[in-house]
């Protein structure tokens, strides 16, 4: 039976008993200004250090070495990796399939978090999505990290629906995620960016 919830999306239907998520998701104050960085649209074998040192840090089950390397061998699988003053700051590996994208991982150094690295990578994501080919971007985000749900909201992202006990290791579910190119939401969000830099 599936059941209505409100969400900060506007309603989505999943099967009763699961649970949604939070509705009351007051956005973290910005405590630092935005990094300057290089993003480089490939990640080669020299960053794969700095990354899983990285990776490390900010998951509970970090991906292996060899799961970057399965993602590099294949030729749509893309990544993009952040520099600031010659050190890895964030990364980002994606998907290209028929007409969307799959963002597979993000992550951002834990002392650069805040200022604005993840947003600029999404962004430069958001900007190979036309109305012709790739016209959504798609993640899948654990139930209990919140802060990548607020930050993917933040980024006009909507959760579409939920895997139920959708990872091996833990009972979890995964929110899927969805931001969809249209040029309402490019404008949207162009003017949402406006506000807060003149708030
Ligand atoms: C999620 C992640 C990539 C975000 O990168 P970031 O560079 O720290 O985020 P940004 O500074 O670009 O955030 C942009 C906006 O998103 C929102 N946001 C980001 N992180 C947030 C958090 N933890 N809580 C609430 N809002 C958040 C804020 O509104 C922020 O803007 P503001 O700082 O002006 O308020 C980073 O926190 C990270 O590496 N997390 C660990 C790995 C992870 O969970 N990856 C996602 C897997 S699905």
Known sequence: ???????????????????VMPVNMNAKQSAHEKARVDIHPWMIRRDMAQILAIEE?????PWPEEEFDRCRNKLNCLS????????????????CHNNYIALLNVAVHP????????????????????SERHRKIIIKVRETNLGAQLFFRE????????????????????????????????IENRKMKKMRRTA
């Open 155 to 186: 980024m006009g992202f909507k959760a579409i629906s939920l895997l139920r006990d959708y990872y091996d290791v833990t009972e979890e579910d995964a929110y899927v995620m969805q931001y969809h190119y249209s040029q309402k939401s490019v």
């Open 80 to 95: 993009m990796v952040s520099e600031c003053r010659e050190k890895i700051v964030g990364y980002m590996v994606y998907k």
């Open 1 to 19: 039976m599936l059941i209505e919830y409100k969400t900060m999306d506007g309603p989505v239907s999943f099967p009763k008993g699961l649970t």
């Open 57 to 61: 840090q900010s998951f509970e089950f």
């Open 111 to 130: 002392e650069m978090k805040g200022r604005r690295i993840g947003e600029q990578m999404v962004e430069k994501l958001k900007s190979k999505l036309s």
